[in-house]
């Protein structure tokens, strides 16, 4: 709670404030307050608040689609993230799954290097959060199939999406 009410007196200076608080300190990924500052300092973050040194190499390298891994590389010459693979992995990540739904990027790329992040992102945390971005942006895309669920109908019996599967709904 402390690091969200200084945020809220540095708000200009959020490279500042990142450099001083996250840089150099572990992920808490089970702490609310601390994704609840992630997502207000890195929401449209990228591309424009990457240092000059890495903006252009890095949406180069989205656009022609590079692994994962390559990608982090060339984020880390931003000096934020140079000494966190971690925290620069999960900014990307986040990058990518704003811009999936902002429509900044194709589609077919963002879901193609997240899905890279899934195997070659550098610890399990940045994996698994690669693969629950990977199945919020896939989920109910034209060609895919629906999730599997059931209700129970009018009548009492209890109706699965199987049931349904060829039929006009």
């Not at 931003?78 to 902002?102: I, K, M, P």
């Not at 690669?130 to 199939?145: C, V």
């Amino acid at each position: 709670r402390y690091l969200k009410l200084w945020h809220m007196t540095l708000r200009r200076q959020d490279r500042r404030f990142i450099s001083q608080y996250l840089s150099h300190s572990d992920i808490n990924y089970n702490l609310p307050a601390y994704w609840d500052i992630f997502t207000t300092l890195f929401t449209g973050f990228f591309p424009v608040k990457y240092s000059e040194d890495a903006r252009e190499s890095l949406l180069s390298s989205i656009r022609n689609r590079q692994r994962f891994d390559s990608i982090a590389n060339i984020a880390a010459k931003d000096t934020l993230f140079a000494n966190n693979r971690e925290l620069n992995e999960s900014v990307l990540l986040f990058a990518l799954y704003q811009a999936f739904y902002r429509k900044d990027l194709a589609e077919n790329t963002i879901l193609s290097i997240t899905a890279s992040a899934r195997d070659y992102a550098s610890t399990a945390n940045t994996r698994a959060l690669a693969s629950q971005f990977y199945r919020k942006m896939a989920m109910l895309r034209p060609g895919t199939d629906a999730p599997d669920f059931s209700l129970i109908d009018q009548d009492g019996k209890r109706r699965q999406l199987d049931d349904f599967k060829g039929k006009f709904v």
